[in-house]
């Protein structure tokens, strides 16, 4: 690659030298200008004039991008690159110009910060055409049918039962019944009275019969009385002597 970039400004040399201009490097993006100037040397008969011309960076984070060294007058100078090229920090070219004539040139140069970032300019890309993009059915998946997982086995170890202490029983003495008479008393064994109650049902009175004579018992015509007066109503003197229908 530098030895490309070295052929290319060989070449470069080559032809400004020949177009009596010289221009070395090309603009860059972020540069600036450092120096801007003009040389003039009058002319001398019989004498061809010279002129060494150097242009440097105030500081080493710079360097250069393009020197311009152009005639300004009529007069035609040839050019010679000494030392350095675009990319470092200092160049010195040789200005040679015809006898009895003198010197008008214009020396302009750039240079960029190498420690400053610089934003590239920004690229605008055509647009793109996209091809319409076929988009498949979705596929359905059967379920698929998970076993539940096996627990595992678990052994319960064999457990041995505690030995059983058998604690004696006490057998309980005979319970002793004594039974205790007293001879003073006496049984009876006569028994007693049995007391009975006669019960004498209640008269009933109002039953017609007939007496000795013939007649009622009230002697008199009972007409349509009551049952529960009695039948004791009488037109005459009642003897007193009637029955009195017991039965």
């Given at each position: 690659m ?9 070449l ?7 177009a ?18 003009t ?15 150097g242009v ?14 152009t ?5 035609e100078?040839k050019?010679?690159?000494?030392k350095?090229?675009p ?10 110009g015809e006898?009895?004539?003198?010197l ?11 420690t ?11 647009p ?24 595992p ?22 319970i ?8 003073s ?5 006569t028994?007693?009275?049995?007391e ?5 049902p ?6 017609p019969c007939d007496?000795e004579?013939?007649n ?6 009972n007409?349509g ?7 004791n109503e ?9 029955d009195?229908?017991?039965?």
């Amino acid at each position: 690659m530098r030895t490309l970039s070295f052929t290319i400004l060989c070449l470069s040399l080559a032809v400004c030298s020949m177009a009596e201009d010289l221009i070395l490097g090309e603009p860059q993006d972020g540069d600036y200008l450092i120096t801007n100037r003009t040389i003039f040397k009058p002319s001398i008969p019989w004498v061809p004039m010279k002129a060494v011309i150097g242009v440097s960076t105030s500081s080493e984070e710079e360097i250069l991008t393009e020197i311009r060294i152009t005639n300004e007058g009529s007069n035609e100078a040839k050019f010679t690159v000494i030392k350095g090229a675009p990319g470092t920090t200092k160049v010195l070219v040789l200005a040679l110009g015809e006898r009895g004539e003198g010197l008008d040139l214009r020396v302009v140069a750039y240079a960029i910060n190498t420690t400053a970032t610089t934003t590239p300019a920004p690229t605008t890309l055509p647009p793109t055409t996209s091809a319409p993009t076929t988009t498949d059915p979705p596929t359905t998946l059967a379920p698929t049918t998970t076993n539940p997982p096996t627990p595992p086995i678990t052994t319960i170890p064999p457990t041995t039962p505690a030995p059983t202490t058998i604690v004696p029983t006490t057998a309980l003495p005979p319970i002793e019944t004594t039974w205790s008479w007293d001879p003073s008393t006496t049984v009876p064994t006569t028994p007693p009275p049995i007391e009975t109650t006669w019960w004498d049902p209640p008269m009933t009175t109002g039953i017609p019969c007939d007496d000795e004579d013939g007649n009622d018992d009230d002697g008199n015509d009972n007409e349509g009385g009551d049952g529960n007066d009695g039948g004791n109503e009488n037109d005459g003197d009642n003897s007193g002597n009637n029955d009195t229908g017991e039965v």
